[in-house]
Structure formats: C-alpha cells, structure tokens
C-alpha cells in the first residue's frame, strides 16, 4: 500500500497584523509535491507581498520544470526592494518529494529543519553553495513510514524573547519538543496545533513576530467513507448499501434516512443513545459495521464550524478526548484519523433543507458538503465525492 504524505502547516500573525508576513504554497501532482515556506522582510503588507511573490514563483517555476538556479534567480531578480533598508530580502525552504518519497529540501536563511526518523531525530547533511548571490544550503533524504519533517519561521526562535525566555527559544529546545510531539501525534495538524499555541504562550498571546510551522508526516492511508443524505432515485439504494459493505475503511453514516435505508437493505438494527443527545446536536446510533451514526445536516453544520475553527488556529480549539457528542466523534475522525476521504451523498430533495429566501434549488446540505470539502482539502486530505 502506498504511504501518504500527511502536510498541515499552521501561522499567527504578529500582534497588531493583519496580514502574515510568512506564507506557505503547495502543490501535489502525480509526480509528487512541492511546498515552500517563506517569510518576508518586516512584518505586515510588505512581508506579506514579498513571501506571497517568493512561494508563488518557487511553486510555479518548479512545478513547470525549471531548475532549483533557474528558480532562485528569479526570485532574486523578482523581488522588489524595500526603500529603507535597500533589500529585497525574503527568507524560503523548498521542499520537493517524487512519488517514490525522494525529498530534496533547498534552504536560505531559515532555521534548519527538524527531521525525525524511527523516534529518533536525525542530522542530515547539508551541502553548502551559492545561487545568484544567495548562500544556500541543499539535502537530500528519503522519506519512510513514519518519518516526520518540521519547517518554522524565525518566529518560533524569537518566541519568549525579553518575556518567558530571555534568550528566545533555542533551536535545541525546540528540537526536543518537536521530537516528544511526533512520538504522541499521528497527525501534522495535532502536531502543529500544539506547537503553534506553546509559541503564542511564549509570547503571552502577544506575538513579537510572524510565526509558522509546517509538518510533513509519512502515514499509513486511512480511508473514511462517508453516507450522507438518500439516492435521488430510490433504484440506487441497493447501489449504495454495496458500498457500505465494501471492505477496508472507516464507515459513518450521517442522516437519519440514510441510516434506515442501511438498516433495511443490510438488514442490520438501529439503536438510538440518548446519552450523547447535547443542547445543540443530536444524539448518535449504533449499527453493525459503522464507525459512527449521526443526524445530517445540524452534525455537519457543527463540524464545519469545528473545522473552520481548527484551520484558523486549532489550539484554543482542540476537541478532548472524552467529548462524546456527534459532531466532537465526526470531527476527531475527519482530522486526525483519516487521510482520505470518500463522500457518497444523496441528491434527493428534503424540503427541511431549503431555505424560503434562497432560490429554488439551492440546498442547504450540499452548501454545507461543498464547505466542508473544501476546509477538508486545507488540512492536506484526499476528499473525493460521489453524488447519488
């Protein structure tokens, strides 16, 4: 089974910024993924436009086939110049990685990356040389099961300066917590989740600088498949219940018509608990061979917002492990135990689901699948969709 590359990288802006000066771009094709961090001079607009331009440039140029010299050149030639201080200056790690997990990692000015490997974290050599007027530093590694790669912004060296930590946050220490956190977390996004709030505590919720961090992590594939909503056309029920037999992945069930169309071509009971009914979100069931059973369109409408939520910045958002309601069991299994995801959803029409202001036609659930697909796809899943 070929492994799947896990990416999520996470920022916060420097206090009083609307706009982050670091920027993260990526691409994945069949010939493998590209992604860049970059983080511009200053902070706010100008840091921003010259991060935005070093990713969008490094990103283009490579996926195009252009060398790693061709690419930094332009970007060196692109760049505009700050009036003051005469620079046209933006920090970048290229990360490239083929289909058979080769990654070749191209580094200026950033703090190293962290590499960690069989619970251990590795050294890796790095190969000094100069492109345009650039210093920079080259590695090649291959990437096994399990292996993990961090890149930070000089944010997080900066974190706790003249606050919690005289000197900042060392590279070591760092290091050390990046370590602790792969050997607990299965997922990028936990992992940066995690660490994005422990730089914002350094700075007491303050941020003296533009902070990210971006992981890529070597996982199994962990398939979900997800049945919302019945069959325009009732001939499709049966179609749909052999794909809730198909073998090799989580199964949910969101709908209440979807689960007794399970329960009657499947021939398996249904069993409503009453216990997990909350002030907002309806209960959950229980069915042989589901992972999980919920209400339609209320749970997912609360797991898009939990969703959302997370992407903007998880770690005042983390769900605890012991919150037992639909939406908390649907959202810890979207995020941190799943990579790809298959959505199978019933076009037909319930009248409960369409709002009198909108025009006809318009579907609340499909508005609210077509969100969440999208907040899905910036966690770095797989999602694709089946429409019945």
């Not at 900066?158 to 000197?167: C, E, Y």
């Not at 990046?178 to 422990?198: A, E, M, T, Y």
């Not at 909108?358 to 089946?386: R, W």
């Amino acid at each position: 089974m070929k492994s799947f590359i896990d990416f999520n990288y996470k920022s916060i802006n420097k206090n009083g910024e609307e706009l982050c000066g670091d920027k993260v771009e990526f691409i994945n094709n069949d010939e493998g993924s590209i992604i860049v961090l970059s983080d511009g001079l200053g902070s706010g607009v100008k840091a921003n436009i010259l991060a935005t331009m070093t990713t969008k440039i490094a990103v283009t140029m490579l996926k195009n086939g252009a060398t790693i010299d061709e690419t930094i050149e332009t970007i060196i030639n692109t760049l505009p110049e700050c009036k003051v201080r005469k620079l046209a200056y933006s920090t970048f790690t290229i990360i490239k990685i083929d289909k058979d997990n080769n990654a070749y990692i191209a580094e200026y000015d950033n703090p190293s990356y962290f590499y960690y490997s069989h619970g251990r974290s590795i050294s890796v050599d790095r190969i000094q040389r100069t492109i345009g007027s650039k210093k920079i530093f080259e590695s090649n590694i291959h990437l096994n099961l399990g292996d993990t790669l961090c890149v930070v912004s000089d944010g997080a060296i900066h974190a706790g300066i003249g606050q919690m930590l005289n000197l900042g946050w060392a590279w070591d220490e760092i290091n050390d917590y990046l370590k602790n956190l792969n050997d607990v977390n299965n997922s990028s996004q936990l992992i940066n989740g995690n660490f994005i709030g422990v730089c914002n505590n350094l700075y007491n919720n303050k941020p003296g600088d533009d902070t990210t961090i971006l992981t890529l992590k070597v996982r199994d594939p962990e398939y979900v498949d997800i049945f919302i909503g019945p069959p325009s056309n009732k001939s499709l029920d049966c179609f749909l219940a052999e794909k809730m037999l198909e073998p090799g992945s989580r199964k949910i069930i969101c709908g209440g018509t979807t689960a007794l169309i399970a329960e009657r071509e499947l021939k398996r009971e249904l069993e409503i608990d009453l216990d997990s009914i909350s002030k907002d979100i309806p209960p959950i069931a229980y069915m042989d061979g589901f992972d999980l059973v919920t209400e339609g369109v209320l749970t997912l409408g609360k797991t898009l917002e939990k969703i959302k939520e997370y992407n903007k910045c998880s770690y005042e958002n983390k769900i605890e492990n012991n919150t037992f309601d639909g939406c908390s069991l649907l959202t810890r299994i979207l995020t941190e135990q799943s990579t790809h995801i298959n959505l199978y959803v019933g076009k037909a029409i319930n009248p409960a689901h369409q709002n009198p202001n909108f025009p006809a036609g318009f579907n609340i659930k499909l508005k609210i699948i077509y969100d969440l697909i999208k907040e899905l796809q910036k966690t770095g899943k797989e999602v694709k969709v089946t429409y019945l």
